[in-house]
């Protein structure tokens, strides 16, 4: 049934968008690292590439999901993730 099998791409749209979403909010700068692995330990940093170039592709899907959906839930999570963006502006460019 088309009902159904559109009900669980949701779930699974959502627990993607919810891992990228939280690779941002586990740390103290609320950005994500470039690189981040997955390991039977779970989900680990590349200690060498902690840095964030500000790359748009979780607030792009979340704002998708959330026009889907209307779940307030994607706005309040890419807000976030702006936010923490802002917070890295300097006077002449994003740092």
Request: aromatic residues 10%; hydrophobic residues 45%.
């Amino acid at each position: 049934c088309a009902a159904t099998e559109d009900a669980w791409l949701l779930v699974v749209a959502h627990g993607l968008a919810q891992t990228c979403a939280h690779m941002y909010f586990r740390t103290a700068s609320d950005l994500a690292p470039e690189i981040s692995r997955f390991s039977a330990g779970g989900l680990r940093d590349d200690h060498g590439s902690m840095h964030n170039i500000l790359r748009p592709e979780t607030v792009e899907s979340l704002a998708l999901l959330w026009r889907a959906t209307g779940w307030q839930i994607y706005r309040n999570w890419g807000q976030r993730i702006l936010s923490a963006f802002s917070r890295m502006k300097t006077p002449h460019a994003y740092a």
